[in-house]
């Protein structure tokens, strides 16, 4: 499924970068930011959160799309992330899980704050999302 974008790519990314600003990342120093799109236009925004205990950490993925979620939006276009990379990342496993859980089509921007920028397909990146014993 192909969506149009309701605002720039740029603004998606730059509302990401801001995003990272705030982000708390004490023990791995790895900051991102994530900006969200849902199909009406609407940006949610997340950084990830770190705690002593990584697995309590929250990513900034998971933090933007619960904002959507808690706003009520469910379909959503892309997603932008940006971290102080070498080369632009991609969400982790469990990060897509969820995204996918929504919007297997969605678009992944990621940048580094240097600039480079890289977009792929969530559903290249988890091919097969809801194929399991709920699929």
Same mark, same amino acid.
């Given at each position: 499924?192909?969506?149009?974008?309701?605002?720039?790519?740029?603004? @998606?990314?730059?509302? *990401?970068?801001? =995003?990272? +600003?705030?982000?708390?990342?004490?023990?791995? $120093?790895?900051?991102?930011? !994530?900006?969200?799109?849902?199909?009406?236009?609407?940006?949610?925004?997340?950084?990830?959160?770190?705690?002593?205990?990584?697995? @309590?950490?929250?990513? *900034?993925?998971? =933090?933007? +799309?619960?904002?959507?979620?808690?706003?009520? $939006?469910?379909?959503?276009? !892309?997603?932008?992330?940006?971290?102080?990379?070498?080369?632009?990342?991609?969400?982790?496993?469990?990060?897509?899980?969820?995204?996918?859980?929504?919007?297997?089509?969605?678009?992944? +921007?990621?940048?580094?704050?240097?600039?480079?920028?890289?977009?792929?397909?969530?559903?290249?990146?988890?091919?097969?999302?809801?194929?399991?014993?709920?699929?």
């Amino acid at each position: 499924m192909s969506y149009e974008f309701p605002i720039a790519k740029d603004t @998606l990314i730059q509302a *990401a970068r801001n =995003a990272r +600003i705030h982000a708390y990342a004490p023990y791995s $120093k790895f900051a991102v930011g !994530a900006a969200l799109i849902s199909e009406d236009g609407a940006v949610f925004t997340g950084c990830n959160v770190e705690n002593i205990s990584f697995g @309590l950490t929250v990513y *900034a993925e998971r =933090a933007c +799309i619960s904002k959507a979620i808690e706003d009520g $939006k469910r379909k959503f276009i !892309a997603i932008a992330v940006v971290s102080d990379s070498k080369e632009p990342v991609v969400p982790c496993g469990a990060c897509r899980q969820v995204l996918a859980e929504f919007s297997p089509e969605l678009r992944v +921007i990621s940048c580094t704050t240097d600039g480079e920028v890289a977009e792929f397909a969530l559903d290249t990146l988890l091919p097969s999302a809801r194929q399991g014993i709920l699929g």
